[in-house]
Nanobody, 118 residues
Framework: QVQLVESGGGLVQPGGSLRLSCAAS????????MGWYRQAPGKQRELVATITRGGATNYADSVKGRFSISRDNAKNTVYLQMNSLQPEDTAVYYC????????????WGQGTQVTVSS
């Protein structure tokens, strides 16, 4: 059984910063790409950023220059540093990981709420 546990969400004022963490645990042989997605009320889930095991990154245009994704392979953890947050960044943020155990599968965390408001 594999679990992804997110932490670090909360309420922040516009222009502020937050750092999200997501730790994978359980029966893991290898983790390929990891990433962050978000879903705002009434909208579809969208990609925020992804990172390969080797460190190659990809960002949504809306967060480029403001957000930074990183990972610690030894800890099976991915991070999302979010700076210059705006109200439109308000959403539930989900961690995603492509994990190999008995087979290769896609896993999701339970989500963490990020609210940007004055």
């Amino acid at each position: 059984q594999v679990q992804l546990v997110e932490s670090g969400g909360g309420l922040v004022q516009p222009g502020g910063s937050l750092r999200l963490s997501c730790a994978a645990s359980g029966s893991i042989f290898f983790i390929y790409a990891m990433g962050w997605y978000r879903q705002a009320p009434g909208k579809q889930r969208e990609l925020v950023a992804t990172i390969t095991r080797g460190g190659a990154t990809n960002y949504a245009d809306s967060v480029k220059g403001r957000f930074s994704i990183s990972r610690d392979n030894a800890k099976n953890t991915v991070y999302l540093q979010m700076n210059s947050l705006q109200p439109e960044d308000t959403a539930v943020y989900y961690c995603n990981a492509d994990i190999q155990y008995l087979r290769r599968s896609d896993y999701w965390g339970q989500g963490t709420q990020v609210t940007v408001s004055s």
